[in-house]
Protein backbone atom coordinates (compact mmCIF):
# COMPACT_ATOMS: atom_id res chain seq x y z
CA UNK A 1 0.00 0.00 0.00
CA UNK A 2 2.74 1.82 0.58
CA UNK A 3 4.41 1.83 -2.48
CA UNK A 4 1.16 2.79 -4.38
CA UNK A 5 0.86 5.67 -2.26
CA UNK A 6 4.50 7.30 -3.01
CA UNK A 7 3.88 6.30 -6.91
CA UNK A 8 1.10 8.40 -6.48
CA UNK A 9 3.03 11.27 -4.65
CA UNK A 10 5.42 11.24 -7.35
CA UNK A 11 3.25 11.20 -10.36
CA UNK A 12 0.81 14.32 -8.76
CA UNK A 13 4.24 16.09 -8.19
CA UNK A 14 5.03 15.52 -12.04
CA UNK A 15 1.70 16.55 -13.08
CA UNK A 16 1.67 19.09 -10.86
CA UNK A 17 5.26 20.82 -12.73
CA UNK A 18 4.34 20.31 -16.01
CA UNK A 19 0.88 22.17 -15.29
CA UNK A 20 2.79 24.96 -14.02
CA UNK A 21 5.48 25.57 -17.17
CA UNK A 22 6.55 28.90 -17.03
CA UNK A 23 5.02 31.46 -19.48
CA UNK A 24 7.35 32.24 -22.40
CA UNK A 25 8.10 35.83 -22.90
CA UNK A 26 10.70 36.93 -24.43
CA UNK A 27 13.43 38.90 -22.35
CA UNK A 28 13.36 42.40 -24.50
CA UNK A 29 16.39 43.70 -22.48
CA UNK A 30 16.87 47.72 -22.01
CA UNK A 31 13.90 49.39 -24.34
CA UNK A 32 17.41 51.42 -25.48
CA UNK A 33 18.33 48.99 -27.48
CA UNK A 34 15.81 49.55 -30.31
CA UNK A 35 17.24 52.93 -30.76
CA UNK A 36 19.54 52.97 -33.69
CA UNK A 37 19.84 51.75 -37.42
CA UNK A 38 18.39 48.08 -38.32
CA UNK A 39 20.01 46.48 -41.69
CA UNK A 40 19.89 43.65 -43.70
CA UNK A 41 16.61 41.62 -42.73
CA UNK A 42 16.62 37.78 -42.86
CA UNK A 43 13.08 36.85 -43.71
CA UNK A 44 11.77 33.32 -42.32
CA UNK A 45 7.69 32.99 -42.88
CA UNK A 46 6.54 36.47 -40.24
CA UNK A 47 10.25 36.28 -38.79
CA UNK A 48 12.48 39.09 -39.42
CA UNK A 49 15.96 39.23 -38.79
CA UNK A 50 18.13 42.43 -38.40
CA UNK A 51 21.09 43.90 -37.82
CA UNK A 52 22.39 46.65 -36.33
CA UNK A 53 24.55 49.22 -38.09
CA UNK A 54 26.26 52.79 -37.70
CA UNK A 55 23.96 54.08 -40.93
CA UNK A 56 21.28 53.29 -43.23
CA UNK A 57 22.72 51.01 -46.73
CA UNK A 58 22.57 53.85 -48.96
CA UNK A 59 20.57 51.50 -51.81
CA UNK A 60 18.74 48.89 -50.00
CA UNK A 61 16.24 48.51 -47.55
CA UNK A 62 16.97 49.94 -43.64
CA UNK A 63 15.00 50.99 -40.51
CA UNK A 64 15.56 53.74 -37.59
CA UNK A 65 14.38 53.86 -34.54
CA UNK A 66 15.12 57.17 -33.21
CA UNK A 67 14.82 59.16 -29.97
CA UNK A 68 11.81 60.73 -29.48
CA UNK A 69 9.91 58.20 -30.90
CA UNK A 70 11.02 59.46 -34.32
CA UNK A 71 11.33 56.51 -36.92
CA UNK A 72 12.62 56.87 -40.43
CA UNK A 73 12.35 53.49 -43.14
CA UNK A 74 14.68 53.12 -46.12
CA UNK A 75 12.29 51.57 -48.77
CA UNK A 76 11.20 51.36 -52.80
CA UNK A 77 10.18 54.59 -53.53
CA UNK A 78 7.74 53.36 -56.53
CA UNK A 79 5.54 50.57 -56.78
CA UNK A 80 7.49 48.54 -59.34
CA UNK A 81 9.92 46.07 -57.50
CA UNK A 82 11.81 44.95 -60.72
CA UNK A 83 15.46 46.34 -60.37
CA UNK A 84 16.95 48.67 -60.33
CA UNK A 85 15.11 49.64 -57.47
CA UNK A 86 15.37 53.15 -56.25
CA UNK A 87 14.88 53.67 -52.67
CA UNK A 88 13.53 56.84 -50.57
CA UNK A 89 13.53 57.90 -46.75
CA UNK A 90 9.98 57.62 -45.35
CA UNK A 91 9.28 59.31 -41.92
CA UNK A 92 7.26 57.95 -39.21
CA UNK A 93 6.94 57.62 -35.20
CA UNK A 94 6.87 54.64 -33.67
CA UNK A 95 5.77 53.53 -29.51
CA UNK A 96 6.22 50.56 -27.50
CA UNK A 97 3.53 48.61 -25.39
CA UNK A 98 5.23 45.51 -23.88
CA UNK A 99 6.95 44.08 -26.67
CA UNK A 100 4.76 45.01 -29.61
CA UNK A 101 5.91 47.88 -31.70
CA UNK A 102 3.48 50.40 -33.35
CA UNK A 103 4.83 52.07 -36.19
CA UNK A 104 2.84 54.47 -38.63
CA UNK A 105 5.49 55.23 -41.80
CA UNK A 106 4.93 56.81 -44.88
CA UNK A 107 5.49 54.96 -48.00
CA UNK A 108 4.87 55.77 -52.46
CA UNK A 109 1.68 55.23 -52.11
CA UNK A 110 0.48 56.65 -48.41
CA UNK A 111 0.54 55.72 -45.11
CA UNK A 112 1.53 52.22 -43.21
CA UNK A 113 0.61 50.98 -40.12
CA UNK A 114 2.89 48.10 -39.00
CA UNK A 115 1.91 46.08 -35.62
CA UNK A 116 5.43 44.32 -34.90
CA UNK A 117 6.12 41.89 -31.97
CA UNK A 118 9.50 42.08 -30.36
CA UNK A 119 10.87 38.67 -30.34
CA UNK A 120 13.88 39.62 -28.54
CA UNK A 121 16.37 42.72 -29.23
CA UNK A 122 20.45 41.82 -28.48
CA UNK A 123 23.15 44.42 -28.69
CA UNK A 124 23.72 43.42 -32.53
CA UNK A 125 20.28 41.55 -33.39
CA UNK A 126 16.70 42.39 -33.47
CA UNK A 127 14.06 39.82 -34.52
CA UNK A 128 10.97 40.56 -34.86
CA UNK A 129 7.68 38.61 -36.05
CA UNK A 130 5.06 40.85 -38.31
CA UNK A 131 1.79 41.01 -36.74
CA UNK A 132 -0.23 43.07 -39.10
CA UNK A 133 0.66 45.77 -41.43
CA UNK A 134 -2.02 47.67 -42.73
CA UNK A 135 -1.82 50.04 -45.81
CA UNK A 136 -3.59 53.41 -46.51
CA UNK A 137 -3.66 55.09 -49.81
CA UNK A 138 -3.72 58.80 -50.41
CA UNK A 139 -6.15 59.73 -53.08
Given at each position: ?????????????????????????????????????????????????????????????????????????????????????????????????????????????????????????EKNK??????????????
Amino acid sequence: MRTILKIICVFSIAVLFLACEKENNPELGDTISLIGYWVDPQINDSIFTFEKAEKLPDNDYGLAFKEGQEFLERKNSGWCGTPPISYSDYAGTWNLDGPIINITVGYWGGIVDYKWRIISIEKNKLIIYKINEEYHLEE
